[in-house]
């Protein structure tokens, strides 16, 4: 086990839209601060992949095209992302990302794309409407300003087990109506927002403390 963190960005060339890539710039970033180099692999189409070989997992967001192609490949990684987020080691998903680990997603001209299904939620086009603009929200580490833009509207299969990441100010969310951003689930965290989130300090400085401590965990079982 090195001492370097490993991060793995799924689908990187395919999934990055409005500068979610910037997300993994601002961890390692933070993390070099913290004394740790960091090593970001593009786990796209074709890949091998254990998720238990990385400190972090990031899926950022994609247009409705880039995932119907992302959600073929993506399916033989299923069993190892669902144990990875059971065992509580972090990943952040953003949008499409955020999106892919519920049931499926329905998208503008009808075709469902069938999801991982890791997580009690599901994602619908509903209406002629697109939710753009800017977003904000409170949540445990505090306000978060970001920017959205999605079709697909997220809805929890199950309240009990999910948590929204944060309440609306502004801005739509996870959908128009339950005035809730994003999704908790141990260390996962589903969001919608692009900007990047991280520029959020508050945030960022959070999930780079979960990684240092999930990078931690491992050297001390490796011994
Ligand atoms: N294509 C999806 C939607 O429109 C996700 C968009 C995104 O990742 N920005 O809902």
């Known amino acids: 086990m090195s001492d370097k963190i490993k991060i793995a960005y799924l689908y990187e060339d395919l999934m990055n839209t409005y500068g979610d890539s910037g997300d993994v710039k601002i961890l390692a970033f933070l993390l070099k601060e913290q004394g ?33 192609v992302v959600a073929k490949d993506l399916v033989r990684h299923r069993d190892t992302i669902k144990d990875y987020i059971e065992a509580s080691k972090p990943m952040l998903c953003i949008c499409g990302g955020y999106q892919f680990l519920g049931k499926y997603y329905t998208m503008v001209d009808g075709t469902t794309i069938q999801c991982l299904d890791i997580l009690p939620l599901h994602t619908i086009f509903k209406a002629d409407h697109r939710m753009i603009g800017d977003t904000e929200y409170q949540t445990e580490w505090g306000t978060v300003r970001a920017f959205e833009n999605h079709g697909g509207r997220t809805y929890f299969d199950d309240k009990n087990k999910l948590k929204p990441l944060g309440k609306m100010i502004e801005g739509y969310g996870n959908n128009p109506e339950d005035k809730a951003e994003g999704m908790r689930y141990k260390n996962t965290i589903g969001s919608y927002s692009h900007g990047p989130i991280l520029k959020n300090e508050n945030i ?16 001390a079982t490796a011994k």
């Open 204 to 219: 960022a400085k959070a999930i780079a403390n979960k990684i240092i401590h999930s990078h931690q965990d491992c050297l």
């Open 36 to 68: 740790y180099d960091t090593q970001v692999d593009n786990i796209s189409l074709g890949a091998d992949f254990n998720a238990f070989d990385y400190d972090f997992l990031f899926f950022g967001g994609g247009q409705d095209f880039e995932q119907t």
